[in-house]
């Protein structure tokens, strides 16, 4: 059964950094699966943020290309999202997920970006 367990999240100026965590667990051969960070704000659908496969090569949404950050340590089955200069539209709840949104939803990690 796999687990996904997001952390790192909080309340944050704009301008400031987090360092988003995503513990799996259950994921058979890892490495062979390619990861992702979704975000859902209020009223809006969850969408992709960027997402990583197992060789290291990534892709980013427009919105935060430049800015955030995916990575991966294949050996404890983690997944990051280093988020430097954080704006109000990047308030949001957090989640990691397989690229396809193929495993069961975590809980998330809710981001603010508020002065």
């Known amino acids: 059964q796999v687990q996904l367990v997001e952390s790192g999240g909080g309340l944050v100026q704009p301008g400031g950094s987090l360092k988003l965590s995503c513990a799996t667990s259950?994921?058979?051969?890892?490495?062979?699966?390619?990861m992702a960070w979704y975000r859902q704000a209020p009223g809006k659908q969850r969408e992709l943020v960027a997402r990583?496969?197992?060789?290291?090569?990534?892709y980013y949404d427009d919105s935060v290309k430049g800015r955030f950050a995916i990575a991966r340590d294949n050996a404890k089955s983690m997944v990051y999202l280093q988020m430097n200069s954080l704006k109000p539209e990047d308030t949001a709840v957090y989640y990691c997920?397989?690229?396809?949104?193929?495993?069961?939803w975590g809980q998330g990690t809710q981001v603010t970006v508020s002065s």
């Open positions: 259950g994921i058979i051969r890892f490495t062979a699966n390619a």
């Open positions: 997920n397989g690229a396809s949104g193929n495993f069961k």
């Open positions: 990583m496969n197992g060789f290291g090569t990534a």
